[in-house]
């Protein structure tokens, strides 16, 4: 059983495209996070749900637009993607008040042509 | 402004040697910091973690080594293999503070040869 899985894993798509990747954790976690991951390997936080609410939004553009449906799935829409969009994202979950200890999926590798 | 700093940014070390990466800190709110390691095309995943009131946790040939009055940590891997080489970051978070975000370090990326 994976434990966080994200669809889908490669994304390739022209600039001003919009484009969804979806989470979905199947560890009872309360807490999912977004990371943008650039080509120095450079983990960057951009946004923290718990239990369904915004926690964290770290200064992302509004083209970057988070959705949690339920606990168990943290969606991530991408409005008129450009160049620097192109990096691998993860999704992330996390007990709640465990952060430190953190589930990471396997990536989504998005390239912008 | 960089929280967490790692370095090296990049290690080489000979199957059998010692592998360290050296990682400081600069908020004293910081009470846990973890280390994640990412193999090429996976997610990171926790690798062992250290809370400030235990200067030295050991897993195995990782061993996680503290100094909280230099706000320094380390992590030293035995006896690396090749199957070590790796991405490993060190990380830090803030449980009294902001409970949702961890604090990443640049990355160090290990090449163990055989």
């Known amino acids: 059983d994976t434990a966080v899985s994200q669809t889908p894993k490669y994304l390739v798509t022209q600039m001003g495209n919009d484009k969804s990747i979806k989470c979905e954790q199947n560890?009872?976690?309360?807490?999912m996070y977004w990371y943008k991951q650039d080509s120095k390997k450079f983990l960057k936080i951009m946004f923290s749900?718990?239990?369904?609410?915004?926690?964290i939004n770290e200064t992302v553009p509004n083209r970057f637009s988070p959705k949690s449906p339920d606990k168990a799935h943290l969606n991530l829409h991408i409005n008129s993607l450009e160049l620097g969009d192109s990096a691998v994202y993860f999704c992330?979950?996390?007990?709640?008040?465990?952060?430190?200890?953190?589930?990471f999926g396997p990536g989504t590798r998005l390239t912008v042509t | 402004q960089q929280q967490v700093k790692q370095s090296p940014q990049s290690l080489i070390v000979q199957k059998g040697g010692i592998s360290i990466i050296n990682c400081a800190y600069e908020?004293?709110?910081?009470?846990?910091f973890p280390w994640y390691q990412q193999f090429p095309g996976k997610g990171p995943a926790l690798l062992i973690a250290?809370?400030?009131?235990?200067s030295e946790k050991k897993e195995g040939r990782f061993t996680i080594s503290f100094n909280k009055s230099a706000k320094q940590f380390s992590l030293h891997i035995m006896d690396s293999q090749p199957g070590d080489s790796a991405t490993y970051f060190c990380?830090?978070?803030?449980?009294?503070?902001?409970?949702?975000?961890?604090?990443f370090g640049k990355g160090t990326l290990l090449t163990v040869n055989p």
């Open positions: 992330a979950s996390s007990q709640e008040g465990s952060s430190y200890e953190q589930y």
């Open positions: 560890l009872g976690h309360d807490t």
């Open positions: 749900y718990n239990n369904k609410e915004l926690i």
């Open positions: 908020n004293t709110a910081f009470d846990y």
């Open positions: 250290i809370r400030p009131d235990v």
């Open positions: 990380a830090a978070s803030d449980s009294g503070g902001s409970n949702y975000k961890l604090t």
